[in-house]
C-alpha cells in the first residue's frame, strides 16, 4: 500500500502537528507501508533548506517539498498543487493533515478528479473554538470548498474523542474516527528518571515545551507562577519557557518577567530540540501545558514516557485521561486556579512521584506501533484493495 501524507509544513517549530508527522511515518514504514511526505519548505522566520521539486527525504522519510509562497498566516504552493493534481493517482490513499490551508484544498481536489480516497487529521481547527478565531476567514474557506472537502473525506482523523465530538458538533460532521498520536516505546524501557539531569537547571523547575502563542495560556501559567513564588517556600523553584513563537507574544511574557524582576526564577530559552529537549525533559518536576484549547498534546506524551506529572488546561484533548489515570493534574486557565493547584502540586513531591509513575503506565498506551495498526486498518476501510 502507498500512502501520501500531505502537510503545510513539516517544520516542529509550528508544534505537535508537523512534529508528529515523522514518527507516524516510521511507523507505518516499519509495518511494511509505503509512504512519502508532499509539504513547502516553510519555517517560522525562514525556509527549511530542502532540495526542491524533486525527490529527496525528511528524516528518513521519501518526500518532495516545494516553495512556500505568500507571507504571513496566507501560505500556498502553487507548484505543490501542480504536483499533487499529476502524481496523487500514484498512491492508494492520501492522508492530508490540516484544514485551512490551500495545501490542504488542493490535495484534496486533486484526489476527489482522480478517485484517490483520503483522509483529513483537521489538528482542532474545526472545533467551535478554533472556529471562532479569525472567523470571517474561515467561514470564507469552508464556503469556497472547505466544507465539501471536509464532507467528501473517506474519514476524518481525530486525535483525541474530545476532538471528534467537539468538531462533530460544531459542523455536523458523522465520519470520524479517533486514532491517537503516539511516543516510541523505546523512550519508555530506555528513560529513568534522575532528578538533576537537567544540566543547566540546577533548582527544581516547572517546564514548559510549546509554540509561544496565546492559544497556549503560557502568559496566564506565568502570572500564577510569580504568585506562587512569594510563597517562601517555593523560592527555589523555577519556571523553563522553552519554544518560540509570535515575537509579539514572547515580547509581552518579557515584558512580564521584568516588571516582577522575576529573571532569576523564569528562564526562556528559546526553542529546544534534540539532545537540548531530552536534557530540559529529563530534569524536570512537573510539565504544564495550560492551553486554553489543544486537541492532543504530544509534548504530555512525551513527559509522562519520562515519568514526569504534567499540569494541563481542562481543554486539553487529553485532559480526561490524565484525570482518569492519575497521571497529573488539570485546571481551568486562571490565574486563580492555576495558582491553587500549583501551590498543591509544589508542595507534595510524593504525590508529584506517584503520578510521575502513573503517567508512564499511561503513556505505554500511546505506542506507535499499535497506532500504526490503526491507521492500516483505516487506510484498509477507505476503498482501496491495496494489501
Same mark, same amino acid.
Given at each position: 500500500m502507498r500512502v501520501l501524507h500531505v502537510i503545510p509544513a513539516v517544520s516542529p517549530k509550528y508544534g505537535g502537528p508537523s512534529e508528529a508527522l515523522v514518527p507516524m511515518c516510521q511507523a507505518l514504514l #516499519?509495518?511494511?507501508i509505503e509512504v512519502?511526505?508532499?509539504?513547502?519548505?516553510?519555517?517560522?522566520?525562514?525556509?527549511?533548506p530542502f532540495e526542491l521539486g524533486i525527490e529527496t527525504s525528511h528524516k528518513g522519510i521519501p518526500g518532495i517539498f516545494f516553495r512556500k509562497q505568500g507571507t504571513g498566516s496566507f501560505t500556498y504552493s502553487l507548484p505543490l498543487a501542480r504536483w499533487l493534481a499529476q502524481n496523487v493517482s500514484a498512491f492508494h490513499a492520501v492522508h492530508i493533515h490540516g484544514v485551512f490551508s490551500h495545501v490542504c484544498l488542493a490535495a484534496a481536489r486533486a484526489c476527489q478528479r482522480q478517485g484517490v480516497p483520503y483522509l483529513i487529521?483537521?489538528?482542532?481547527?474545526?472545533e467551535s473554538w478554533s472556529l471562532a478565531q479569525k472567523p470571517l476567514r474561515k467561514k470564507l474557506f469552508l464556503r469556497t470548498g472547505g466544507t465539501r472537502m471536509l464532507r467528501n473525506?473517506?474519514?476524518?482523523?481525530?486525535?483525541?474523542?474530545?476532538e471528534k465530538e467537539l468538531s462533530e458538533s460544531a459542523l455536523k460532521l458523522n465520519h470520524g474516527v479517533v486514532i491517537p498520536l503516539g511516543i516510541t516505546l523505546e523512550?519508555? *524501557?530506555?528513560? *529513568? #528518571?534522575r532528578n538533576g539531569d537537567g544540566a543547566d537547571f540546577r533548582r527544581p523547575y516547572i517546564l514548559v515545551l510549546s509554540r509561544l502563542r496565546a492559544t497556549k495560556g503560557i502568559d496566564v501559567l506565568l502570572e500564577a507562577f510569580l504568585n506562587v513564588r512569594r510563597d517562601k517556600r517555593?523560592?527555589?523553584w523555577q519556571l523553563v519557557i522553552a519554544g518560540d513563537g509570535l515575537p509579539q507574544y514572547e515580547d509581552?511574557?518579557?515584558?512580564?518577567? #521584568?516588571?516582577? #524582576?522575576?529573571?532569576?526564577?523564569?528562564?526562556l530559552t528559546g526553542w529546544l530540540d534534540g539532545e537540548a529537549k531530552s536534557r530540559a525533559l529529563a530534569g524536570a518536576s512537573l510539565m504544564a501545558l495550560p492551553s486554553h484549547h489543544d486537541a492532543f498534546g504530544l509534548c504530555v506524551i512525551e513527559a509522562m514516557a519520562h515519568g514526569i506529572p504534567v499540569l494541563v488546561g481542562t481543554q486539553v484533548g487529553l485532559a480526561e485521561e490524565i484525570t482518569i489515570g492519575r497521571a497529573g493534574w488539570t485546571s481551568e486557565v486562571k490565574v486563580s486556579a492555576l495558582s491553587e493547584t500549583l501551590r498543591s502540586i509544589l508542595s507534595d513531591h510524593d504525590e508529584r512521584r506517584r503520578r510521575g509513575m502513573a503517567g508512564r503506565t499511561l503513556a505505554r498506551k500511546f505506542d506507535w506501533r499499535q497506532v500504526a495498526e490503526m491507521l492500516v486498518r483505516l487506510y484498509e476501510s477507505m476503498g482501496t484493495d491495496a494489501v
Open positions: #516499519r509495518r511494511g512519502q511526505i508532499a509539504s513547502t519548505d516553510a519555517e517560522p522566520g525562514g525556509r527549511i487529521r483537521p489538528l482542532g481547527h474545526i473525506a473517506a474519514a476524518l482523523h481525530y486525535v483525541s474523542s474530545r523512550v519508555l *524501557e530506555s528513560t *529513568e #528518571r517555593f523560592a527555589d509581552s511574557l518579557k515584558q512580564i518577567i #521584568r516588571q516582577e #524582576r522575576a529573571g532569576d526564577s523564569v528562564r
